[in-house]
């Protein structure tokens, strides 16, 4: 978001403000009478109660501002648990309207930050959501109180935060970490020139570009050299080479000599013969680029019995 945009993202939120103090304060009575109206289906009834209490949304949405997330996002959570909290409300517990609806408040900012705060998921049991709401103001009170007695207590405040929290050491050091692990987008700019981007530096599983250079070069060597190699077979020896070998499906030495109309012993033996030509003819590039020498490259060995 570039500066004006933010400018003008404040400047709505102030309107915002200066409009929802606009509503007076509901007087105990008169909430009293509009909640019952609410309860016989009364929707202007239901405007009144929520506009007359948008101001506290605010105030309890500006308690999770250090979580990082967008202000006005917190109050249009909170605005929604407002709402829920008006047709769930019972004015005949004898009780004031917001004492109830800051529950459903809370409620609906706690679930859009823990939805928002990371994209791995946090807080996927009631403890662990309890713990991530809890943590940040157990530790700055602890930090707080050492602080004012001069104590240095980095190395015990897990102790001392799983003890007042009543959970394990482990699930604090844990929560702790997911907590400080952002979400960061790998096409953010890295530095002040923004010429990278972090995506940039990050290392690939793959194979790397003179690797890949290096085998592009290796194919074309081979096959310009399998290729005048076998250019210099005959006819038969050509054909035993292309079906028995380079075929996605190879004839067996059978069907060879069916073809060809001589026995399988036969085919085996013109077989035998053109493997020896083309590793003669091969035996340098086979050098060359680290190929086996010994005729197992071309699979003679498991295609012989066939």
């Given at each position: ?287 060359e680029v680290d190929w086996p020498t010994d005729g197992t ?10």
């Amino acid at each position: 978001m570039d500066r004006s945009a933010r400018v003008s993202a404040s400047d709505s939120f102030k309107l915002y403000l200066s409009e929802i103090n606009q509503h007076p304060l509901l007087k105990v009575e008169e909430e009293q009478r509009l909640a019952r109206a609410c309860v016989d289906g009364d929707t202007r009834a239901a405007h009144r109660l929520i506009t007359a209490n948008l101001r506290f949304v605010v105030k309890v949405a500006y308690e999770y501002r250090s979580y990082g997330l967008n202000l006005s996002d917190l109050v249009q959570e909170g605005n929604i648990g407002l709402m829920k909290a008006v047709q769930k409300f019972d004015p005949e517990r004898g009780i004031r309207f917001i004492s109830y609806a800051v529950w459903w408040i809370r409620a609906h900012i706690h679930n859009h930050i823990l939805k928002s705060f990371s994209l791995v998921k946090l807080g996927t049991t009631q403890a662990q959501r309890k713990l991530f709401f809890s943590l940040a103001r157990t530790r700055r009170e602890l930090d707080k109180m050492s602080t004012e007695h001069g104590l240095d207590s980095d190395g015990e405040n897990v102790a001392k935060i799983a003890k007042k929290l009543n959970v394990k050491p482990a699930e604090v050091e844990e929560m702790s970490q997911r907590m400080g692990r952002r979400d960061l987008s790998l096409d953010a700019p890295v530095g002040d020139d923004g010429d990278s981007t972090h995506i940039d530096f990050l290392a690939g599983d793959g194979p790397t570009q003179d690797h890949e250079v290096s085998s592009a070069q290796e194919r074309t060597m081979l096959q310009g050299g399998v290729g005048a190699a076998l250019a210099q077979l005959d006819a038969r020896e050509r054909f035993i080479v292309e079906q028995r070998v380079m075929s996605d499906q190879p004839m067996s030495l059978k069907e060879i000599g069916e073809h060809f109309g001589f026995s399988r012993e036969r085919a085996r033996q013109l077989e035998t013969r053109a493997m020896e030509k083309l590793e003669e003819k091969l035996h340098a590039l086979a050098v060359e680029v680290d190929w086996p020498t010994d005729g197992t490259r071309f699979g003679i060995e498991e295609r012989a019995v066939a």
